[in-house]
């Protein structure tokens, strides 16, 4: 089984910003996808960014002020978002993919971290 947990949330003034992080632990044999994903009120889950090997792909509403990184080493994600909008205001998710040690696929998320972007 493998756990992820979230960090860095918070409220934030518009123009201001956030980094975001996600560690995963369990019986991890490799990771082959990490990515953020985020779910506004009454809206459906949406990608935000995701990390696949050494690719990185942005939802077309956060190109340019987000970046996603990759700690391979400690199996942690991060997400830095910058020049943050109301409209970014959402609970943050955090997914992994990959194999635990056993040779079992996963797909694993994060319990979610509160964004709110307002003056």
């Known amino acids: 089984q493998v756990q992820l947990v979230e960090s860095g949330g918070g409220l934030v003034q518009p123009g201001g910003s956030l980094r975001l992080s996600c560690a995963a632990s369990g019986s991890i044999f490799s990771i082959y996808a990490m990515g953020w994903y985020r779910q506004a009120p009454g809206k459906q889950r949406e990608l935000v960014a995701v990390?696949?090997?050494?690719?990185?792909n942005y939802a077309d509403s956060v190109k340019g002020r987000v970046t996603i990184s990759r700690d391979n080493a400690n199996n942690t994600v991060y997400l830095q978002m910058n020049s943050l909008k109301p409209e970014d205001t959402a609970v943050y998710y955090c997914n992994a993919e990959g194999v635990v040690g056993d040779g079992t696929n996963f797909d694993s998320w994060g319990q979610g971290t509160q964004v709110t972007v307002s003056s």
């Open positions: 990390v696949i090997g050494g690719a990185t």
